[in-house]
C-alpha cells in the first residue's frame, strides 16, 4: 500500500508560478511511476504529466508543454510539478498517482487526495 500527500497548491495570478508537491509514504514508492492529473468542475480528469522510477522518462500534456515540469526526489519519496506560466484553464484539483506502469491514462494503483490550484485572469 503507498500513501499519497499533496501539497503546494493555491491561489495565484495568471502568469505566475506553483510548484506541487506529493510524498509518498508506507510501501516504498521509489520504484513506483507518479502521475499528475487534474480535474476542472464540471469536467473529467485529465492527465497532466508523468515520471518513471527513476526520472529518465517524462510525458507531458500538450497543453502543458513547455510551461509544467515534473521532476522527483526518490530519497525523499516525493514527485513534484512545477508550474510556470499559469493559465486560467490550468484550474483544477490536481491529483498525484503512484503505478507500476508508466502511462497517461487513469490506469494508476494509488492516488492521493487532490490539491487545489485556482489561477485568476
Known amino acids: 500500500q503507498v500513501q499519497l500527500v499533496e501539497s503546494g497548491g493555491g491561489l495565484v495570478q495568471a502568469g505566475g508560478s506553483l510548484r506541487l508537491s506529493c510524498a509518498a509514504s508506507g510501501r516504498t514508492g521509489s520504484t513506483y511511476a507518479k502521475g499528475w492529473f487534474r480535474q476542472a468542475p464540471g469536467k473529467e480528469r485529465e492527465f497532466v504529466a508523468a515520471?518513471?522510477?527513476?526520472?529518465?522518462?517524462?510525458y507531458y500534456a500538450d497543453s502543458v508543454k513547455g510551461r509544467f515540469t515534473i521532476s522527483r526526489d526518490n530519497a525523499k519519496n516525493t514527485v513534484y510539478l512545477q508550474m510556470n506560466s499559469l493559465k486560467p484553464e490550468d484550474t483544477g484539483i490536481y491529483y498525484c498517482?503512484?503505478?507500476?506502469?508508466?502511462?497517461?491514462?487513469?490506469?494508476?494503483?494509488?492516488w492521493g487526495q487532490g490539491t487545489q490550484v485556482t489561477v485568476s485572469s
Open positions: 498517482a503512484a503505478g507500476l506502469v508508466l502511462t497517461t491514462t487513469p490506469a494508476y494503483n494509488y
Open positions: 515520471i518513471n522510477w527513476d526520472g529518465s522518462t517524462t
